[in-house]
Nanobody, 124 residues
Framework: QVQLIESGGGLVQAGASLRLSCAAS????????MGWFRQAPGKEREFVAT????????NYADSVKGRFAISRDNAKNTVYLQMNSLKPEDTAVYYC?????????????????WGQGTQVTVSS
């Protein structure tokens, strides 16, 4: 039984920065990857970034590479998403996800626990 709690969303102007957090509780001893997905109105959920729990290997979607940075704090079972140079296109609900295997997967099916989502809105 795992619970993921996201925080840090909000309303910012284009070019600003925002940091999202996701804390995992419960049975988290077998974490492989933790990642972030997002879903904008009228669009499908898309991959944003992922990080392996032990090695810290990262993988990013092309749309955010160079602007976003994912990191983790193993002691706190928390993953972060630092978002810089935000664009209106980044506006979406951001979901934290946990998967039992690591490998930098961008597939939602490889993650079996999900947070409730946090809204990020970027104004032009």
């Amino acid at each position: 039984q795992v619970q993921l709690i996201e925080s840090g969303g909000g309303l910012v102007q284009a070019g600003a920065s925002l940091r999202l957090s996701c804390a995992a509780s419960g049975r988290t001893l077998s974490i492989g990857d933790m990642g972030w997905f997002r879903q904008a109105p009228g669009k499908e959920r898309e991959f944003v970034a992922t990080i392996s729990w032990t090695g810290g290997n990262t993988n990013y979607a092309d749309s955010v590479k160079g602007r976003f940075a994912i990191s983790r704090d193993n002691a706190k079972n928390t993953v972060y998403l630092q978002m810089n140079s935000l664009k209106p296109e980044d506006t979406a609900v951001y979901y934290c996800a946990l998967g039992p295997r690591w490998g930098g997967s961008s597939k939602a099916a490889d993650y079996n626990y999900w947070g409730q989502g946090t809204q990020v809105t970027v104004s032009s």
